[in-house]
Structure formats: structure tokens, C-alpha cells
């Protein structure tokens, strides 16, 4: 009964929002049912995961993190089973699964698990009788039996992991959006959309802030060298962006420079400051951040001026207060005079495959902003992606001046087609 | 750590409606938490079920048993979760638990399933470590791993069936009302509480429509003879009232002849006219309706009349449309004129351990329906029990008739305590 393709398709919270969005993707799936094993992996409905996260915090200002993924994992269950009732009401035979049916193993570790393995018996038996197997995306469990989640985004990855299980041809992740553009089109009205874009760059994008994607998704689709497509449940007609290999990029000769500006406005710097220039304090200050969960993303350590150095770093506004904690219970021991810390940053950041063949793509960043009148704060690079960190109030006119700098309006299309 | 006593706590829809109410049954339990291992068993939140089920009619008219099963069960463990967030912002250790987790086995049956087994091994893991175990009621799963509901009202059997399997002293069923009555006190202002009920009146009472209890949930307490009460949890302090053995009724010398009026509004009568005298007919209606899955109340069957009879039954009204089309299809084959239908009944009864010991009490009731002018179209009796099928205009007005002829209101208080 299995054909001989399989599809994955991903359907966010906005595309399952009510019965209409409901019942559009369920037209989608059945036209892609006709050619291959169909697995969908469905979000909450709309907004159902932040009103969980408000209903949790009138019970308790700081909810246990198991019986928090045992509330919010009810979300992805409602829109699985409403989505099989729609299926079976069109005529087509599906069944919902959740994650302790479907086989998502994770880590032992709530709210960001990530995906150990998938035990894909009973989704494929259910293929098997040709029907379409509906997954509630974003849930997992360990291998005692907690209920998990992944995540923001994280049925993104759920999708990406199955896809990769089942050794399925490809993967849709359908959206809001019909595709990755050089950047917010709600900033800059004139970004265009990336016909194609590389892992590499998606995943740069996806970790600064432009929200299309799940970072993991990303790295698990390229590890798994997955065809995954960005695209509209509002547009299906539409093929979207598609996520390729950087050598298949390049050896489209498509290369370019800047792919796109990402904008991160949840940022939040902090300072360690008049810090004695000794060997370990870097290693002593990060490593406490680490050991507590805290992850930092920028980093910068001031050049020692009479032996005193200064040591900056950025993290998610959401781990600021525990950061400032942590960083007040250490300062003493690192010798620093004080701990200060800023609300008021986002990290604005150019993404291109290209960039490191072509030099000088860092100078233009910045004399795009310094044309600009802005100020930069902290400098970082990888090796496809330039970020600085900037005052909040002149985020979006940033990505303008370098948005425009980099003539990403005007020459994507002619470029990239 | 495990304690010698274990208790179970059922705290139904209207007891963790909302916020307060959940803190107000997490006070109860805590309170009983210092004597006793605690097992927490909750409904779905206020009207969630409800919501639920009118959420899926958006999809499909007739949602399959499977799917709808996996969306209601999502409203025991939004709430199990929640309770559990709530008992930790007390300061107690507390898991939420859901079938899968909790050992729940069922029967390979959706909407009302029955359990069949509870696999204690998790829950005892969680009372050993001194947690407060919250379990989701109304759920199960099967052998092969779907979800189960265990229909309305399922949460009460989910509690005692825990109760039984963990061997717990007893088992407390907190719900918006403090006991269980005479007859329902929104009819009759003057019905009185029961403080003692025999689990065999329960069983009667609770199928009539009394929707104090779970039939099943009493069924399952007389044979595993579980302490159980019905208390509110709006008034904690008030004992409720306890259901207890027949047995122990008679030694306390309370039986009395009537404990309690009960009304049943959602029958409906249909009736196969004109029915040749022949055997084996009614074993053919009852048979073809049976294997339908359609359960059939009161059945009359006239005396012959020239060789001909008429055979009538009521059903609960969800029934009706389904045993209409049953009965359609067989009519010719039993011969019979026609099928006539009416939705316009109601089933009055009433319960009382000692009834058979007291010759009379039929004629009584009949006597009081006759004196109010209420035609009585169908009679069945069971040991305790004695039901009348009347006109639904009627049906208040019965039970006023009734409750006032056994002088309910005035004596009971003092034959029972």
C-alpha cells in the first residue's frame, strides 16, 4: 500500500488558526496525498500556546517546567485531532498522533528537549493502510515517560526530524510567510523573497531573529541533507523558498554576498566593568553563565588599559534578570568594580554565503551605519554573517541603511533567479 | 516515605472551574495530605468538554470516536497540570499524571470506554517520593496505545477505580453540590440530604438521572466496597453524604421504604404497532437494537389482543434518530403496522432499600400520580426501584406529587441520622 515517495508537511499556528485555515490545509495535504505517504505535523491553533503560558502563570509565577510541557503539549493535540476530523469529513482516512504514539524520544529536559530519536513503527504503519498520519508537532517524551516540548518553533524540528526518519523525499514547512526574504518586509516593504537560500545562511537567519524557521530545523535538515521548502498556506501555488546545500549554491554560481539583514530585538547587554587583566576571568564568567543555563550570544573584551579590561556580553532579554544575578554573585570574585546592563540593544547582522570570498563587505556594513548616524556598540562575525549590536531605538532604521547599502530591493531577483 | 492511610480525591468540572476554585481543592487536599498518601483524580475544567465537543462539530458533524476521544482528553490534563502548578506554588511536591502515564487500561472501545486494568507502579513511584500524584480523570488508553474516554461522568469511575487498585481507605468525590438528596432540590426546595445512601440506591439513583455520581463509579465501589462520599467542595466542612453497604444500612436499622426521587428527561418512547403474537419477536427487536449498540430502558409489551400486541421501549433521546432507523429497517420483518416515536417523556422513580420489605409503596405512587392527574404510560420495577414513563409536561409536577406523598421533606432528617 506505501507509495513510493514520502512528504512531510509542517503547518504553523497561524495556518491551523480556525476552521477555515484548518480546512485550507487539509486541501493542500490531499493533493500531496495523491503522490506519497503523507505525514502532517501540526502546531497549536493561533495563539493557544502563549494563552496556556498566561493561564500557567495565574497558578504559579515561575510554572515546573515538566508540568508546564504537560499543559502546553495539549495544544498540538487539539489542532492533530481537528485536523484528522476535517481529513475524515473531506473523504480521506488519517488518524492523529501525539508524541508518546508517534515515537518522539528526547533528552530529559523540559521546555527545550531536543530530539534523540524517532520510532517511526507505528507512523508508518498507519502510512501503510494509506491513511495520513497526523503528528501534534512541538512534543516529545523521554525514555521514562515525561511529557517534553521543544521549544518556540519547535514543530519546525519535529517535522525536519521525522522527515529525516522516514527518509522522506521532502519537507514543506508551510507558514504566514511564503518565504525567506532579504529581510522583514513589515521594516522594509521592498525586501524580495529568496527563491533559494543555503542551510547555512537559513541557519544564520533563523538564529538572529528572522523567525521563519526553527534553528534546529535547520540543522537537522542539513545533517540529514532534507529538500525543505519555506512557504504560504495562504499561497499554496506559490513554491516559496527553497533550503539548499551551500555547494549546490555555489556551484549554481549563485553566490552572493548578503542574502539578508536579520534584526534581533531581544537582546540585552551586560558589563562586567574595571575587571583586573588576569588569565581565566573570561573562562570564570561564562562558565558560571553556562553552567546555569544562560546562554550568550556576543561577546567582547576591551583591550587592557593599565591593566583593567572591561568584559560585554549580550544575552535574550528573557535570561537578563538571571544573568544579572549570576553576574552580581560573581563580580566580587572576578574583581570587577561593577556589573551594569542595557535593555536597550538589538543586534542587527548581514548573512551571505559569499561573504568571506568577497572583502569588504564588513567596511560597507559599518559605513552603512555610520552614514546613518548610528552608533556601534559591539561587533561580531562568523563565517557568513556580520552582526553589531546597536541601540534599540535605531534598529529598524539600520536595517534600512544597510538594507539599501547592499541594493538587496533592487537585485535580489536578478541575481538569485 | 509512603503513609499507611491512601486517599483519593475527585474533584469534578465545577470544582476547578477557574483559578480560585483550584486553589480552594488544593487547600482540601493538602489538608488531607498530612495523614494520608493523596491521590488528586480532576475533571476538565467548568464547561471545557462542552467546548470541546462544539469545537469539533466545526469540522465534522459526526466526529469519529478515535479523534474525538484524542481532543477531550486534552481537558483533564490542561487541569491535572494546572492543579499541580498551583500545589507547588503552596509548597508541596506534586506530578500531574495522564492515562498513558498512569497505567490507565481500557477496553479497545471510544467515547465510553470501561477500564480495565490500572497499572499502579508510576502513581506508587510518585506517593513514594511524598508527592501529591494528579491524575487527569475521564481517560484511558488501550492495549495498542489510542486513547479512551470513559464517557460523562467518567471521572468519578476513574477515582474509584484508582481507589480500589491502590487499595485507598477512601475515596472522596468533591463536587458543586454538598450530597445526595431526596430529589433534585432545583425541583423541590425543601429535598433533604442524605447522609447515609446504600451503594445500591446510588446505583438506581445514579442511573435515573440523579447526576450525582457515575453509575459505573458505584458499581465499581460496592464491589471493591470503597469508602465513598459526595461532598462539595465549596463547603469543605460539611461531611457530604456517604455511600455505604446495603448490609450496613439494615443492621443500622434505617432502611426506609423510600430514600429518594429521581427524574430522567432525556428518555424517549418508541413503540412497533400492530405486532403479530408470535415468538421470538421480541427477542428479534431487542437483539437487532442491542447489536447497534442501543440501550434500551423500560420495554412494555401489551397482552395479545385478537393476536395482536404492541410492543413499546424508551431510549436516552441521543439514541432516538439511530433506534428510529433500527426500527424502520426491521418493522416489515416482524411484522408489524408501523413505529411510532415520542420525545415527549419523562422516567420518574423512586429508590429505597427497604421497598421490598414494605408492601404498598407502588400503589402509593401510582396513587399520588393519579391524585395530581398524571396519566402513567409504562411501569418497571427492580428490587429497590419503581419507575413510571409519564408526559414531560408533567414531570416537575410528579415529582412534587411523590416527594410530598412519602413525606420526604419532613422525616427524612429524622428516620436516617
Known amino acids: ?45 493561533g495563539k493557544t500556546t502563549d494563552g496556556l503560558v498566561k493561564l500557567a502563570k495565574e497558578f504559579n509565577s515561575l510554572p515546573e517546567g515538566r508540568e508546564l510541557d504537560m499543559l502546553l503539549s495539549t495544544g498540538e493535540q487539539v489542532t492533530a485531532s481537528l485536523v484528522s476530523m476535517c481529513l475524515h469529513e473531506m473523504g480521506y482516512a488519517a ?19 531536543r530530539i534523540a530519536k524517532i520510532k517511526t513503527e507505528r507512523i508508518q504503519g498507519h502510512l501503510s493502510k494509506g491513511e ?38 521532502k519537507c514543506d514547512i508551510y507558514t504566514d510567510v511564503d518565504g525567506v526574504y532579504t529581510t522583514d518586509p513589515r521594516i522594509i516593504p521592498e525586501a524580495k523573497k529568496l527563491d533559494i537560500v543555503s542551510y547555512e545562511e537559513m541557519l544564520e537567519l533563523a538564529s538572529l531573529g528572522a523567525k521563519v524557521l526553527h534553528p534546529r530545523s535547520v540543522e537537522l535538515a542539513k545533517k540529514y541533507d532534507i529538500d525543505l521548502s519555506v512557504r504560504s498556506s495562504f499561497k499554496p501555488e506559490d513554491k516559496g523558498t527553497k533550503v539548499i546545500k551551500l555547494s549546490e549554491v555555489e556551484r549554481m554560481e549563485l553566490t552572493q554576498a548578503v542574502t539578508g539583514v536579520a534584526l534581533d530585538k531581544k537582546q540585552a547587554k551586560l558589563g562586567f566593568i574595571g575587571v583586573p587583566d588576569t588569565p581565566g576571568i573570561a573562562s570564570k564568567i561564562f562558565t558560571t553563565l553556562a553552567s546555569n543555563n544562560v546562554s550568550v550570544d556576543v561577546i567582547l573584551q576591551s583591550v587592557a588599559r593599565e591593566g583593567i579590561i572591561d568584559v560585554a556580553f549580550t544575552v535574550n532579554q528573557d535570561y537578563l534578570r538571571k544573568a544579572i544575578q549570576i553576574s552580581e554573585e560573581i563580580v566580587k570574585e572576578v574583581g570587577a568594580e561593577k556589573v551594569v ?9 548581514i548573512v551571505g554565503a559569499g561573504m568571506l570570498n568577497k572583502p569588504g563587505i564588513a567596511s560597507e556594513m559599518f559605513t552603512a551605519l555610520f552614514d546613518a548616524g548610528i552608533n556601534i556598540q559591539m561587533i561580531t562575525t562568523s563565517e557568513i554573517k556580520i552582526s553589531c549590536v546597536i541601540d534599540l531605538e535605531h534598529a529598524e532604521e539600520a536595517v534600512k541603511a544597510i538594507h539599501s547599502k547592499f541594493n538587496l530591493a533592487g537585485t535580489v531577483e536578478e541575481i538569485i533567479v
Do not use: P, Y
Not at 495556518?15 to 480546512?23: L, N, R, T, Y
Open 1 to 45: 500500500m506505501l507509495k513510493e515517495k514520502t512528504t512531510v508537511l509542517k503547518f504553523g499556528g497561524t495556518s491551523v488558526a480556525d476552521a477555515e485555515c484548518i480546512k485550507r490545509v487539509c486541501s493542500i495535504a490531499i493533493e500531496e496525498a495523491k503522490t506519497a505517504n503523507l505525514v502532517m505535523v501540526v502546531s497549536a491553533m
Open 95 to 113: 488518524s492523529s498522533l501525539v508524541a508518546w504514539q508517534a515515537g518522539f524520544i528526547t533528552e530529559r529536559a523540559h521546555n527545550r528537549a
Open 132 to 169: 495520513i498520519v497526523v503528528l501534534a508537532g512541538f512534543q516529545g517524551i523521554t525514555d521514562c515517560g515525561e511529557v517534553t516540548t521543544l521549544g518556540r518553533g519547535g514543530t519546525d524540528t519535529s517535522a525536519v526530524a521525522v522527515a529525516a526518519a522516514l527518509g522522506a523525499q
Open 341 to 349: 546592563h542595557d535593555e536597550s540593544v538589538a543586534k542587527i547582522s
